[in-house]
């Protein structure tokens, strides 16, 4: 593919996702709020997520499997018309909105975040040349970074089309606005791309490289680290214990996270990352050890006579950044990594871990927050990720070759 059409189709995956995160952090927001709004305890709030989370990583193991065999356009456009009618079975009555039904919605919804997410991390690995890694990693830093940034815009829109139109009007307009991208994608994105040469076997699905494995039970340890205290404990602590209103814990979180894309998009200029060079396992070691110590510092400052408002934000802002430039190194590396022929089983393998973290740590998240409130989320969090300090000990010091 040469360089023009290869930053077409980036744009059109890079476009494709950012559409599809805007709706899914307003999603989330919107039933995270909606829902504490009814009276629904943080625990039961967290399992509202339960079926996204498993759903999510049922589809990055067989996803990947999927995207091997017919296509990554495929299973990208099958992840965007999955969230229209997730956003649609939620345009229900108030009244019909039961446990089971926003359960299943949740489900089809994080079948589809999964499909989108693997699809495009696992294409951008074919349009980058192998011996361009610094461009590899400034690419992926830059789908990851904007992508999260879109996802904090999320949570503000989903914050302000609560307060504007309604659960009902708010994800009827988002089904709408997705199904118009969908219908695009569908005619522009670059047939069979990301079909693998030799078809996967079913066996296959289980990476067999020790790089991978190690990379990716850190990042289920990583993100399991994020979401103990941000997912439900923190929404809910700025509403009920701080008295903020829709808008500002909507407005503050969608800040935080926007924030945060930002620093991921820029993650190879601040780690001086030249186009022919690139991060490795050191790194992420590095870097693992700094957020464990940011975290658990923030857990003894919570519980300190110092002023909770100003602790809590400075140390969102300095935990944010250092989880980032984390993140960052991940998805560069699961994507380095990976074997060129079928991509998308190393990267939807790695996902599935990821999505294992996300489940552990909503479910902590609910029921450390009612035990012992946000601090003992946070000091959750720490020993999490002292966890992946340990297990990223065991990363390649070296770029790893992936040519087969």
Known sequence: MNQSSAIKQYAI???????FTLTDGALRMLVVLHFHQLGYSPLQIAALFLFYEIFGIVTNLFGGYLGARVGLNRTMNIGLALQVIALALLAVPTHWLSVPLVMGAQALSGIAKDLNKMSAKSAIKLLVSGDQQGRLFKWIALLTGSK??????????????????????????????????WIASVILLKQDLGKAKNKPKFNELFSKSRAINSLSAARLFLFGARDIWFVVALPVFLSSQLQWSFWQTGGFLASWVVGYGIVQSIAPFLLRIKTTAAPTGSSALIWAMVLAL??????????????????LISGLILFGIVFAI????????????????????????????????????????GYLYQQGGLSLCLWGSAIFLLVVVVISTALPKAIVSTAT
Do not use: E
Request: glycine share 12%; hydrophobic share 55%; no cysteine.
């Open 13 to 19: 995956v890079t476009g494709n996702y950012w559409a």
């Open 294 to 311: 940011v975290t658990a510092g923030l857990a003894i400052a919570l519980s300190s006579h110092l002023p909770i408002t100003t602790v």
């Open 148 to 181: 999260n940034a879109l996802k904090g815009v999320g949570f503000f829109l989903g914050g302000v089309l609560l307060a504007l139109l309604s659960f009902k009007g708010a994800v009827l307009v988002m089904a709408a606005a997705l199904a118009l991208v």
């Open 326 to 365: 984390n993140s960052s190194l991940h998805s560069y590396l699961i994507v380095s990594y990976a074997k060129d022929d079928g991509v998308s089983l190393d990267v939807g393998f790695y996902y599935m871990a990821n999505a294992m973290g996300r489940l552990t740590g909503t479910i902590l998240s």
